[in-house]
């Protein structure tokens, strides 16, 4: 599976093998993020996760920019 951040998909909703797979990070960092309250923002829509692809840029951003 190939993801691609372009302008006109910023809110697209990724799965969290999805974002995994974007961040190149295992799911149970994920979620091990999302119970300590880091990592990329993150929904709970129904009984599944979801990641806007915006937020999992952002997050990225963020970190080089604490480096």
Do not use: C, V
Request: proline share 6%.
């Amino acid at each position: 599976m190939t993801i691609q951040s372009q302008p006109t998909d910023q809110h697209q909703l990724l799965t969290k093998p999805e974002a995994a797979e974007y961040l190149r990070t295992p799911e149970s960092t994920l979620n091990y993020w999302r119970h300590m309250g880091k990592g990329p923002k993150s929904a709970r829509i129904g009984s599944r996760i979801f990641y806007r692809l915006a937020d999992l840029d952002q997050f990225i951003n963020d970190q080089f920019d604490q480096a």
